[in-house]
Nanobody, 122 residues
Framework: QVQLVESGGGLVQAGGSLRLSCVVSGDTGTLNGLAWYRQSPGNERELVAAIDHEETTKYADFVKDRFAISRDDAKNTVTLLMENLKPEDTAVYYC????????????????WGQGTQVTVSS
């Protein structure tokens, strides 16, 4: 079983920054990827960014050059630094672990944290 605990969300004005963190515990086995997803009301959960154990990363087009994902395997954490936030970034952000393969594909393994709310005011 894998547990994911997110933190760092909050209310910020447009153009501001937030740093989300997630602590991963339990038996991750062969899961080599970590990622952040987000979900806003009425929309499906969508991939924001992913990173593998070699720190290869991928980003959704809507966050490129604004967000940065990183991981610290010694601390079992994954972080999402979000800059130049926009009102459309408002959502619940979820941490994920899964498989990152072929250099550009990420498939979540069905483990989710409780999420952390990010609200960006205009």
């Amino acid at each position: 079983q894998v547990q994911l605990v997110e933190s760092g969300g909050g209310l910020v004005q447009a153009g501001g920054s937030l740093r989300l963190s997630c602590v991963v515990s339990g038996d991750t086995g062969t899961l080599n990827g970590l990622a952040w997803y987000r979900q806003s009301p009425g929309n499906e959960r969508e991939l924001v960014a992913a990173i593998d154990h070699e720190e290869t990363t991928k980003y959704a087009d809507f966050v490129k050059d604004r967000f940065a994902i990183s991981r610290d395997d010694a601390k079992n954490t994954v972080t999402l630094l979000m800059e130049n936030l926009k009102p459309e970034d408002t959502a619940v952000y979820y941490c994920s672990t899964g498989h990152y393969y072929d250099g550009d594909y990420y498939k979540e393994a069905g483990y989710w944290g409780q999420g952390t709310q990010v609200t960006v005011s205009s």
